[in-house]
């Protein structure tokens, strides 16, 4: 079993910076591929990044390539979310989610383990 916990969402002006963390426990954290998810209310889940259980191999959703950056610190089991130059359709509820394999995947339904989400809100 695998605990995830997010932290550091908030309100913030467009065009500014929010970085978000998802601390782990349980299960081997070196071994687990992670992923950031958002759902915006009323839309779907969205993909929003995902890192290889090393850190070595990253993927991100277009509408975020450039702008957010992810990274992991597997000696404190965390992974990170750094959300540059943030947009009004920025805005919506980020999860982080940790799939039993090393390797990414973009879909949510190949990650087992989720966190609760914490609330982003950029203002125009």
């Known amino acids: 079993q695998v605990q995830l916990v ?3 969402g908030g309100l913030v002006q467009a065009g500014g910076s929010l970085r978000l963390s998802c601390a782990a426990s349980g299960r081997t954290f070196s071994s687990l591929a992670m992923g950031w998810f958002r759902q ?3 839309k779907e889940r969205e993909f929003v990044a995902a890192i ?3 850190g070595g191999s990253k993927h991100y959703a277009d509408s975020v390539k450039g ?3 992810m990274s992991r610190d597997n000696a404190i089991n965390t992974v990170y ?4 130059s943030l947009k009004p359709e920025d805005t919506a509820v980020y999860s982080c989610a940790a799939r ?10 190949n990650y087992a383990y989720w966190g609760q989400g914490t609330q982003v809100t950029v203002s125009s």
Do not use: C, H, W, Y
């Open 6 to 8: 997010e932290s550091g």
């Open 40 to 42: 915006a209310p009323g």
């Open 52 to 54: 290889s259980a090393s």
């Open 67 to 69: 702008r957010f950056t």
């Open 81 to 84: 979310l750094q959300m540059n």
């Open 100 to 109: 039993r394999s090393v390797v990414i995947a973009t879909d949510p339904k």
